[in-house]
């Protein structure tokens, strides 16, 4: 089972799960994600789709061998619009599919984030860091979701022997993210195609580092597959300032784009890289696609995307 399984990464890894022989039931509440992400998925062999949010009840006939909890919305646009169903997925719904997994003696599954970290006060951010996070600032309903995800997690894991696995996830894009999303590389990628300037909050010295969606996938798949219980940073371990993403995007584009510059949002964290160690340590994974390559990847994605909406490129 795919919680969240038609959004962004979620169809990614519904795809990846099928191509290597899983049956997968993908479900989904379709707030923030689309079924156009699974369409191509769905009459085929092994998936079924389910509508249905899973901060209510969840069952599922049959055997289940892994629950994949990656419902939640996850993009900064979202954070004030739906704050309460932001932390009844990370509290509820967390809880909803762990009590499936016990009653199935299934493996669980936690996509977390690398927002657990906070501002982080720690350079690169490592798994035993334990955060810098304003418990009631804008960007709080996210980051307290997914940080008592983590626990609840953990609770199931030690007073019922439930087997789980908790990946930290750090900026990725890729196809299938929402041009409206508020994600930095999905705002510049539209802006740039549409000829309007790009958004860089404060002067766009903040650093990230981007990891592409199929590596994402294969850092999921290689910790869901091992016996590594606790959190994991799936990541790039290559920062870049956010300015030098908004050249790169205008470059690779060919937009006549210019950058303008915004306020720098409340807590929005000045650093952001993973220390991949354990990854690559327990994992045997790295990411693999350069910066360039996947971004020329999704603005190709986007620009047929806004050629079938109408809106141009």
């Known amino acids: 089972m795919v919680s969240g399984g038609a959004g962004f990464l979620g169809s990614h890894l519904c795809q990846a799960l099928l191509a290597r022989g899983d049956q997968v039931l993908c479900m989904d509440n379709l707030v923030t994600a689309r079924e156009t992400n699974v369409v ?16 209510k009840r969840v069952s599922a006939d049959g055997p289940v061998d892994a629950v994949m909890h990656l419902a939640s919305p996850a993009s900064p646009r979202d954070f004030p619009e739906i704050p309460i169903k932001i932390l009844k997925v990370g509290s509820l719904g967390t809880h909803n599919l762990l009590g499936l997994a016990k009653a199935k003696g299934a493996r669980f599954f936690l996509a977390s984030t690398s927002e657990v970290y906070g501002d982080p006060l720690v350079h690169p951010q ?10 009631i600032g804008p960007r709080g309903v996210y980051d307290e979701a997914k940080r008592f995800a983590e626990a609840m997690t953990m ?22 993210m929402r041009p409206e999303d508020g994600r930095v590389v999905s705002n510049f990628i539209v802006q740039a195609l ?68 915004e306020p720098l949002p ?20 790295q990411p693999e696609v350069p910066l360039r390559e996947g971004l020329v990847r999704t603005a ?14």
């Open 194 to 261: 549409t000829g309007k300037p790009l958004t860089v909050y404060g002067d766009g010295s903040q650093t990230r580092s981007f990891c592409y969606a199929t590596d994402e996938i294969r850092g999921f798949l290689a910790l869901l597959d091992c016996d590594y219980v606790g959190p994991v940073n799936i990541g790039t371990p290559t920062e870049f300032t956010v300015l030098e993403l908004a050249k790169l995007v205008v470059e690779i584009t060919g937009s006549s784009s210019e950058i303008s510059f």
């Open 40 to 55: 191509e998925l769905i009459g085929r062999e092994g998936f079924t789709f389910v509508r249905h949010d899973v901060s």
């Open 300 to 313: 190709e994605w986007f620009a047929k995307e806004l050629r079938d909406n109408g809106a141009g490129a």
């Open 126 to 135: 490592v798994e035993s860091y334990w955060g810098n996070v304003n418990p």
């Open 155 to 176: 609770a199931y894991h030690r007073q019922h022997g439930v087997d789980v696995r908790i990946a930290r996830i750090f900026n990725t894009y890729g196809p299938r």
């Open 266 to 285: 409340e807590d929005d964290p000045v650093q952001r890289r993973p220390d991949i160690g354990l990854a690559t340590r327990v994992l045997g994974w």
